[in-house]
């Protein structure tokens, strides 16, 4: 055996007894998170904890020295984390389907592959089973980079009792899904979006003259799955799911693109010192009102980190104002400032508060 031959097989050796000491480790964490689960459902807690989540993803990228990215040992934990909920009643998850679109990856991301999703037709639909209990938590789209907020998801937080408990930031990669070569495409499917967020290379390429709009990029993909010549834009996991090629990756004109998603449940999350707390406000009806809210906002310094309208459809030219304002609703200086804006509403929601995402996934 050569000297090279030797380190190699000592390095492999090393490598099993480094997997055999991670398994160990992992099951024992496992352990745990079973005996804190039993608590918590002795004390009526939700399983799932935005909070803690966040205060362990913190504390194992602080302790992370690399080589590994800050992403990949975030990755690790997520599906450490995920894979305990099964030892338990793994949470169940709803987005916005089919399986393949955006929101399931997103909600992949945030969730691991462990725990049990629910892909439902339309997004007040994850609103609707989050309030009749048939699920734990949603995951909706509320506003992206290119295209701005997203109109379903504003107007269901207005008809529907849910609390937003954390958020995630998914970077929208868009690629070309087929089994056929690029030269033989002849029909290019995707939701309208997803050809405007990738004009500039279909005409460089000349597909643009083959698009077909869907209603979804996963049915999109479903199709060029099924059809001879056909090619979808669309996600990895899309391509993992109907069994595709990527044929090009990353066609997105802004590979800066990223959309905001909300985790939905019943309640909101408990205070970490870094949060965010949503608020949907209809001014009162009165000339100044809305800079009057803002200005209570502005005195007592604290940051509006998201503001966005929308019609109220209760009068006419009458809008609702969603913002995100930076602390914790249980927090006396956030509980009196919200309270002293109130004053100057004719009505005024709290949407949840929750660990900002502090990462794109």
Request: aromatic residues 6%; contains cysteine; hydrophobic residues 35%.
């Amino acid at each position: 055996m050569t000297d090279s031959e030797n380190q190699l097989d000592q390095h492999r050796q090393r490598i099993d007894e480094i997997d055999a000491d991670i398994v160990r480790l992992v099951n024992e964490r496992a352990e745990m998170a079973v005996k804190i689960g039993r608590l918590k459902r002795a004390s009526g807690d939700a399983t799932y904890a935005p909070a803690r989540e966040r205060q362990v993803l913190d504390k194992v990228t602080t302790a992370n020295q690399g080589p590994l990215s800050d992403r990949t040992i975030t990755a690790i934990y997520r599906e450490l984390m995920s894979g305990s909920f099964t030892l338990e009643r793994p949470p169940r998850i709803a987005y916005l389907g089919p399986p393949g679109s955006y929101s399931h990856l997103a909600a992949k991301r945030k969730f691991g592959a462990s725990v049990e999703y629910e892909p439902l037709g339309q997004i007040a639909a994850v609103f609707d089973e989050i309030e009749r209990e048939h699920v734990d938590l949603g995951i909706v789209p509320v506003e992206n980079t290119v295209g701005g907020g997203v109109i379903d998801t504003l107007d269901a937080f207005y008809e529907r009792d849910v609390k937003i408990c954390a958020e995630v930031n998914l970077s929208v990669q868009h690629h070309l899904l087929s089994n056929c070569p690029l030269e033989q495409i002849e029909r290019l499917y995707s939701k309208p979006e997803g050809f405007m967020q990738c004009q500039k290379w279909l005409t460089e390429t000349g597909l643009i003259s083959k698009t077909i709009g869907v209603a979804s990029t996963s049915k999109a993909a479903e199709l060029a799955a099924e059809e001879d010549n056909a090619a979808a834009i669309g996600s990895e996991l899309a391509a993992e799911v109907y069994g595709l090629l990527k044929i090009r990756d990353r066609i997105e004109d802004d590979p800066g693109n990223v959309t905001r998603f909300l985790v939905i449940g019943r309640e909101h999350a408990k205070p970490t010192g870094n949060d965010k707390t949503a608020l949907l406000f209809v001014a009162s009806d009165k000339p100044g009102s809305l800079v009057e809210v803002l200005d209570v906002f502005r005195q007592a310094k604290i940051n509006m980190t998201y503001i966005e309208s929308r019609p109220s459809r209760q009068k006419k030219f009458e809008y609702r104002f969603f913002v995100d304002i930076i602390g914790h609703i249980e927090t006396p200086e956030i509980q009196k400032t919200v309270n002293a804006a109130g004053k100057h509403c004719s009505s005024l929601k709290i949407l949840g508060s929750f660990p900002p995402a502090t990462e794109v996934v």
